[in-house]
């Protein structure tokens, strides 16, 4: 009963007649089974439908109203779990095991042994295959990697897997106790991990991850990991020597890997010791920033999304607005200005545009979230 009110009100805001109100809450209910109802951070009993409501409720008039509504339905990207759990699929299939081959044919060749690299059933169901899959460390960089989901479908070892990316030294030296108990290391010499694999699930500036400060140092989640393989012996002493690291993204924007690619290069200067490499399962292209299209609709939607009155600023985080250059105030691009249309199932990325996810205002103010965020990091 509560979602026919909510169509009601639905239709009664945005000023359908009968024949208008069928048609489109026909694909109000298609958007919200498929896709919107799945999104994690609605209250219980509160679906898509009437935040939608709600949302549109914010907008003074019924031209801003129609077209805020064609933006979500136009704009939106939307990646719901089933699309995830894909991707994960995708990036154990693709890249994990296409990495681990690659060792089992060299220790082929290394020993004399003539080896079709393609011949995928001889090399998966190798001892050296599991040799090699067992002394991989994974390592998610947070909530949102998945890496359970990882650890189970890709049949991994409990004590290979970290959902903390800083471990303390009881769970390193568990983790290097357990490798040298494993059946698949066998008698294998070193019984450390020759690989390690960090996992995200979602970049759009790539500055959390690794950016330089002015004085030269780096900050972001990647130099801190480092420094804590490099300063700490007892996780030093967990890994070969010459280990590679090899960091996935299930979701990146192009802008993003290049960023990264260009600051990794730069970090290496500093520490040579550092092998590692960066590559995303699913890439997202220049559409999916909303300044990129410049056609009379969607300008006209920027200016609504820029009105101060759709623009929760108290709300923003120090980070958040830190990410601005001094004296740029176009708060309403998200974080480090990406203006993403982009929605993940479990969260909203604040690279994305505010006016999808920022709070509700103090008080009776109508600015209300479509997609309400949570600070996650």
Same mark, same amino acid.
């Given at each position: 009963?509560?979602?026919?009110?909510?169509?009601?009100?639905?239709?009664?805001?945005?000023?359908?007649?009968?024949?208008?109100?069928?048609?489109?809450?026909?694909?109000?209910?298609?958007?919200?089974?498929?896709?919107? /109802?799945?999104?994690?951070?609605?209250?219980?009993?509160?679906?898509?439908?009437?935040?939608?409501?709600?949302?549109?409720?914010?907008?003074?008039?019924?031209?801003?109203?129609?077209?805020?509504?064609?933006?979500?339905?136009?704009?939106?990207?939307?990646?719901?779990?089933?699309?995830?759990?894909?991707?994960?699929?995708?990036?154990?299939?693709?890249?994990?095991?296409?990495?681990?081959?690659?060792?089992?044919?060299?220790?082929?060749?290394?020993?004399?042994?003539?080896?079709?690299?393609?011949?995928?059933?001889?090399?998966?169901?190798?001892?050296?295959?599991?040799?090699?899959?067992?002394?991989?460390?994974?390592?998610?960089?947070?909530?949102?990697?998945?890496?359970?989901?990882?650890?189970?479908?890709?049949?991994?070892?409990?004590?290979?897997?970290?959902? /903390?990316?800083?471990?303390?030294?009881?769970?390193?030296?568990?983790?290097?106790?357990?490798?040298?108990?494993?059946?698949?290391?066998?008698?294998?010499?070193?019984?450390?991990?020759?690989?390690? !694999?960090?996992?995200?699930?979602?970049?759009?500036?790539?500055?959390?991850?690794?950016?330089?400060?002015?004085?030269?140092?780096?900050?972001?989640?990647?130099?801190?990991?480092?420094?804590?393989?490099?300063?700490?012996?007892?996780?030093?002493?967990?890994?070969?020597?010459?280990?590679?690291?090899?960091?996935?993204?299930?979701?990146?924007?192009?802008?993003?890997?290049?960023?990264?690619?260009?600051?990794?290069?730069?970090?290496?200067?500093?520490?040579?010791?550092?092998?590692?490499?960066?590559?995303?399962?699913?890439?997202?292209?220049?559409?999916?920033?909303?300044?990129?299209?410049?056609?009379?609709?969607?300008?006209?939607?920027?200016?609504?999304?820029?009105?101060?009155?759709?623009?929760? !600023?108290?709300?923003?985080?120090?980070?958040?607005?830190?990410?601005?250059?001094?004296?740029?105030?176009?708060?309403?691009?998200?974080?480090?200005?990406?203006?993403?249309?982009?929605?993940?199932?479990?969260?909203?990325?604040?690279?994305?545009?505010?006016?999808?996810?920022?709070?509700?205002?103090?008080?009776?103010?109508?600015?209300?979230?479509?997609?309400?965020?949570?600070?996650?990091?």
């Amino acid at each position: 009963m509560r979602f026919e009110l909510a169509k009601q009100y639905l239709t009664q805001l945005m000023g359908w007649d009968d024949i208008e109100a069928r048609n489109e809450l026909q694909e109000v209910d298609l958007m919200s089974d498929i896709k919107y /109802n799945s999104y994690d951070q609605y209250m219980p009993g509160i679906k898509f439908i009437g935040n939608f409501y709600l949302w549109l409720s914010q907008f003074d008039n019924l031209d801003d109203r129609k077209r805020m509504y064609g933006f979500v339905k136009k704009y939106i990207i939307y990646i719901n779990s089933n699309q995830i759990s894909h991707l994960i699929d995708l990036l154990y299939n693709t890249k994990i095991i296409p990495l681990i081959r690659e060792k089992v044919v060299a220790d082929y060749t290394a020993n004399g042994e003539k080896v079709n690299k393609f011949n995928y059933r001889r090399l998966d169901n190798s001892p050296e295959f599991k040799l090699h899959k067992r002394k991989t460390l994974f390592i998610g960089l947070s909530d949102g990697s998945h890496i359970d989901i990882i650890r189970r479908n890709s049949y991994l070892d409990n004590d290979q897997v970290l959902t /903390n990316y800083y471990p303390d030294d009881n769970k390193i030296e568990e983790l290097a106790e357990e490798l040298g108990k494993s059946v698949d290391v066998g008698q294998d010499a070193t019984k450390k991990f020759e690989s390690i !694999v960090l996992i995200d699930d979602f970049t759009a500036s790539g500055s959390s991850f690794i950016r330089q400060k002015p004085d030269g140092s780096f900050g972001g989640k990647l130099p801190k990991f480092f420094e804590a393989i490099h300063n700490n012996p007892k996780f030093r002493g967990v890994l070969e020597d010459g280990f590679d690291i090899h960091l996935y993204f299930l979701i990146a924007t192009q802008a993003s890997m290049a960023y990264i690619n260009q600051m990794l290069d730069e970090y290496k200067k500093q520490h040579t010791w550092l092998n590692v490499e960066v590559e995303c399962i699913d890439m997202l292209y220049e559409d999916a920033k909303f300044t990129n299209h410049q056609d009379a609709e969607a300008k006209a939607m920027m200016n609504i999304i820029k009105d101060p009155r759709y623009v929760n !600023v108290p709300a923003f985080t120090e980070a958040y607005m830190n990410s601005y250059d001094a004296g740029d105030t176009r708060y309403h691009l998200g974080y480090k200005q990406c203006a993403l249309t982009v929605v993940l199932n479990h969260n909203t990325p604040n690279n994305s545009l505010p006016i999808i996810w920022q709070p509700k205002r103090e008080g009776s103010d109508p600015l209300y979230p479509l997609f309400y965020r949570i600070t996650r990091h």
